[in-house]
């Protein structure tokens, strides 16, 4: 395949990326923006999203789509429901203290990692796509599906602008995020916000990982490279950002892409996580955020 | 007094234990002893000056192949590497310090971590010289110390119970000592040791660093006694065993760190009876810890009845 | 005589708000200077300026002669500016003999013990070592924060609203005190007990809406009519 063509190819593989890494990221940002608190267990959200796939698409018989459509409805719903437990449980009775919320996240990721092995299993278990659809281009095949990812990605993204730009609850939570105590003041059950803001970016990271999952087998350990991803997305895009997030998943996951297709792997994500180091030190507020 | 007798005594019972010990439970405390020196360097940069490091991975790391390397590419005996292990630890840290102590809080963590990881993905990139995840073993030759082979038994026991007396105590001194009182300060107010004349940067490097100091004896000693050197040293996991230990065992006391290695090793060992899920007892202790006893073990002590605690 | 601290132009401003804007501010040494205004009109905001605490936007700042205006607030301490907290700073959980220990020990750590217990008894506080700091009465926390100020054997001793929520009996003890420093160390003093600035001050300064409305003896402030309008109530 000549260069052009090639390049092509990688772009189109970044944007698969970049779409699922925008939702997954977006999640991320929406609990640190709303709750100033990082989630090192994030990624295991989106493991869980995968891993609820597999089982509902396997419990479900018929055809795959319908099975897919199940699992797009349920597990996201099942995840945010046990990341709202985990919040009610454990973060709110650390008054969500950031150096004891990392913390406790962290034996959350042990916990959650462990649960999927011991119930899930180590291997990597494959998921049908709802729909087998070729895309024939001049130069190469396509999977349909995966564009289909990235239109959904967008839409969902779409609607959580939407969702926070244009509705009273969205406007509820951006008050908080703003200032607690005052919302407070208001009248705002801030708890209750936290929660479902907490349940909310769970839900998003596991329905990136619904959506990876019939391009990308579900396994145990695959939340950690979204993890750092989504770390990284968010920290350049500026902590709590929601524009910022967006703009740096589109401008990682293309990179992404391409450099993979050029250097190692492990070069390129060397490369990245020395680049958001350098980013916290020295303009801790990333591209497009207002504080760190 | 009574903290030196408390100190000194525990060092005892420790040397006397290869005598009624098993070997491999002896063996098995070797391992806890140079575990707990790595914890007490992050005792003393997190629960006594306040730095949640999430990188301290790479600090062992960097002693683990700075005292590996040379002893695998020069012929560099036990000595000499640890030795320059030590070095690694503190140098790998100062540098770490010069630049993410420009962040605090959150951020810290984060750079820390980030560090870290690309420390540990480099090691994988150079695989042919580091052995990448699989690793590689210390030649024999490398690990005589003054003509006592380290891999027998009884030496390995006693280098280890040397470097965790010498670490052990002078983390006593150093903690009693005006900087000792100085990193507690910057840890209980910032502000406030700015306005008495500390520079808070150059406080938390130099805890920084002395932990860095600690992490490469620790890395070093690994190397050494158990005669292998890992990228997987550099993993997460081992950025946050430390942590556990020392919030298990208490933040901020001398000999939490020991108290906190020991009860985890022991802990995991019980477990692997029963279940293989290793990983969930970890998580669930520090879920534990944080929500209900944050100040771990001797910290509590410390706090209701035996308040000369170091 | 060569002023101890010197500022001139010295402008600090909080986005559209000017907290300092432009003072010309001059302080001789041995001298008890008092600094008062309304609330709001910049004196906290000063005086983080001249310890530090606050990088200035634009002007000097003077130290016996030498320009320390770019020096970060720690080297400031070393070279002798103590301040004491408006809103008490201090170790909660460390002991009364640690907190002032840290004080005496960023100035050397020789002779620590007995340096420390000097300082506690130069405020009355001896006994109370072992005690820990937030468990102190607040007027016994207020005398800790001096204490500490002044175990830094400071040349300029910046003390913020210090008699805020003491007793009247504390107040005589705190003046004594106060009295007895210079002319060893020279006193900034912000204070909104104006029975309080007028004793002790040997001069006072006036700060409205960042900037000097007047500077002078107590009887001269005390007559300015100016003054009086925006301050004192006429």
Same mark, same amino acid.
């Given at each position: ?292 | ?73 020069? @012929?560099?005996? #036990? %000595?000499? =590497?640890?030795? $320059?292990?030590?070095?690694?630890? +503190?140098? *790998?840290? !100062? ?116 932990? @860095?100091?600690? #992490? %490469?004896? =620790?890395?070093? $000693?690994?190397?050494?006694?158990? +005669?292998? *050197?890992? !990228? ?79 | ?234």
């Amino acid at each position: 395949m000549a260069f052009g063509p090639f390049l092509l190819l990688a772009l189109m593989e970044g944007l698969v990326t970049a779409a699922i890494l925008a939702l997954a990221a977006a999640g991320l940002s929406l609990v640190f923006g709303v709750m100033r608190v990082v989630n090192v267990a994030h990624g295991e959200f989106y493991m869980l999203g995968a891993v609820l796939a597999w089982a509902v698409t396997t419990m479900i018989p018929g055809p795959p789509a319908l099975a897919f459509l199940a699992a797009v409805l349920i597990a996201p719903v099942l995840v945010a429901a046990l990341a709202a437990a985990a919040d009610g449980l454990i973060l709110k009775r650390l008054n969500y203290d950031p150096e004891a919320t990392i913390v406790a996240t962290i034996g959350l990721l042990y916990i959650l990692q462990q649960a999927a092995l011991s119930l899930y299993g180590p291997n990597a278990n494959p998921v049908a796509a709802p729909f087998e659809w070729r895309i024939q281009l001049p130069w190469f095949g396509y999977s349909g599906y995966k564009l289909f990812v990235v239109l959904a990605a967008g839409l969902v993204l779409l609607a959580l602008w939407a969702f926070m730009t244009r509705t009273k609850a969205g406007l509820i939570m951006r008050a908080t995020q703003v200032d607690r105590s005052t919302a407070r003041a208001f009248g705002i059950n801030v708890d209750r916000v936290y929660m479902g803001t907490f349940a909310l970016g769970a839900g998003l990271a596991a329905l990136a990982g619904v959506l990876i999952v019939p391009i990308q087998q579900a396994q145990y350990l695959m939340g950690h490279d979204p993890l750092l991803l989504s770390f990284i997305v968010v920290i350049i895009g500026g902590l709590g950002s929601l524009r910022g997030t967006l703009i740096a998943a589109l401008v990682i996951g293309l990179s992404d892409g391409v450099i993979s297709m050029f250097f190692t792997p492990t070069l390129a994500k060397i490369l990245a996580t020395l680049l958001v180091a350098m980013v916290l030190v020295f303009r801790p507020q990333g591209l497009f955020g207002a504080r760190a | 007094m009574r903290v030196w007798v408390l100190h000194l005594g525990l060092i005892a019972v420790l040397f006397t234990a290869q005598y009624w010990l098993s070997p491999y439970l002896a063996t098995n405390l070797a391992r806890i002893m140079v575990l707990t020196v790595f914890a007490m360097g992050y005792n003393l940069a997190f629960g006594y000056t306040g730095l949640l490091s999430l990188g301290h991975a790479l600090l062992l790391a960097a002693g683990m192949y700075a005292a590996g390397l040379p002893a695998q590419l020069w @012929g560099w005996t #036990a %000595g000499p =590497a640890f030795i $320059a292990g030590i070095a690694g630890g +503190g140098l *790998v840290a !100062a540098a770490l310090g010069l630049l993410a102590l420009r962040t605090a809080g959150v951020s810290f963590m984060i750079v820390t971590l980030m560090f870290a990881q690309a420390g540990f993905l480099t090691l994988l990139y150079f695989a042919p010289i580091t052995g990448g995840d699989d690793g590689f073993a210390v030649a024999a030759t490398s690990r005589t110390l003054l003509g006592f082979d380290l891999s027998a038994d009884t030496p390995r026991f006693l280098a280890a119970l040397v470097i965790f007396a010498v670490g052990l105590l002078a983390s006593l001194a150093l903690v009693r000592s005006p900087f000792g009182r100085t990193m507690v300060a910057m840890r209980e107010n910032e502000e406030r040791s700015r306005m008495l004349g500390y520079n808070p940067f150059t406080v938390k490097l130099a805890a920084l660093t002395i932990s @860095g100091l600690y #992490a %490469g004896a =620790a890395g070093a $000693a690994y190397a050494l006694l158990f +005669g292998y *050197v890992g !990228a997987s040293f550099a993993t997460i996991q081992y950025s946050i065993l430390p942590m556990l230990y020392v919030l298990l065992g208490g933040a901020g006391t001398t000999l939490g760190p020991f108290l906190g290695a020991l009860l985890m090793f022991a802990l995991i060992e019980a477990a692997t009876g029963l279940t293989t899920a290793h990983q969930f007892i970890v998580g669930a202790a520090l879920v534990a810890l944080v929500l209900f006893a944050p100040k771990g073990i001797l910290g509590t002590i410390r706090e209701r009845w035996l308040r000369w605690l170091p | 005589m060569a002023s101890l601290i010197e500022t001139r132009g010295l402008t600090r401003h909080f986005g559209g708000l000017k907290a300092v804007d432009g003072v010309d501010f001059a302080l001789a040494p041995g001298e008890i200077h008092g600094l008062i205004g309304p609330n709001g009109a910049g004196k906290t905001t000063f005086v983080s300026l001249l310890s530090g605490r606050l990088p200035a936007q634009s002007g000097t700042i003077l130290l016996a002669g030498e320009d320390i205006t770019r020096l970060p607030a720690h080297a400031r301490v070393r070279k002798g500016i103590a301040y004491t907290f408006q809103i008490t700073s201090i170790f909660p959980r460390l002991t009364v003999f640690d907190n002032v220990a840290l004080a005496v020990q960023s100035q050397g750590a020789a002779d620590l013990a007995a340096k420390t217990r000097a300082a506690l008894a130069r405020v009355g506080l001896e006994g109370l070592e072992e005690q820990e700091a937030e468990t102190l009465s607040y007027g016994h926390q207020r005398l800790l924060e001096l204490a500490m100020g002044l175990a830094l054997n400071p040349q300029l001793l910046i003390l913020d609203e210090p008699t805020q929520g003491l007793a009247a009996s504390e107040i005589e003890g705190f003046k004594t005190l106060v009295r007895g420093l210079v002319p060893e160390t020279t006193v900034l003093l912000i204070e909104h007990n104006m029975e309080v600035v007028m004793d002790l001050a040997t001069r006072i300064t006036v700060l409205t809406f960042g900037r000097v409305l007047a500077t002078g003896t107590p009887a001269e402030i005390r007559a300015n009519p100016a003054v009086q309008e925006a301050y004192l109530g006429a």
